[in-house]
């Protein structure tokens, strides 16, 4: 039973971070679907909804710390989370490092045609002019 304004307190502070922190473990769950299932629309609004979610729960961990600290189970959960997030952006980074790989020996010419990383043209100039 709780006897103290402290424990009382830690207890409503706990609940308060539940369900940011809940909403952020669902986000993920669905952005692993998604990527799982090769849905490149679902894995964008996955994408877009674990951003929030993150965004709120960062919010919500914040002001808890700054009210008095975060209790450690759920500090814990959220360090999982954090790492989830991780290995997420580590494994979309290896599938498209490999997608570029595959579209450069598929399409060897594409690079030397468009705009380079700058913004800049990177086709040769072949001189003359186009009239109308």
């Given at each position: ?9 830690a ?36 994408a877009?909804?674990?951003h ?9 961990f ?29 494994a ?6 490999a997608l ?33």
């Amino acid at each position: 039973m709780l006897t103290t304004a402290a424990e009382m307190h830690a207890l409503q502070r706990a609940t308060e971070l539940e369900a940011p922190l809940q909403a952020l473990e669902q986000r993920l769950a669905a952005l692993g679907a998604a990527l799982a299932a090769s849905d490149a629309g679902a894995v964008e609004s996955a994408a877009s909804d674990l951003h929030r979610a993150l965004a709120q729960a960062v919010e919500h961990f914040a002001r808890a710390a700054r009210e008095g600290g975060v209790p450690m189970p759920l500090r814990q959960r959220l360090a999982v989370a954090s790492g989830q997030v991780a290995a997420q952006r580590e494994a979309l980074a290896r599938a498209t490092a490999a997608l570029d790989r595959a579209i450069d020996v598929l399409l060897p010419n594409l690079g030397t045609g468009g705009y380079g990383a700058a913004g800049a043209s990177t086709r040769a100039s072949q001189g003359g002019s186009l009239l109308a």
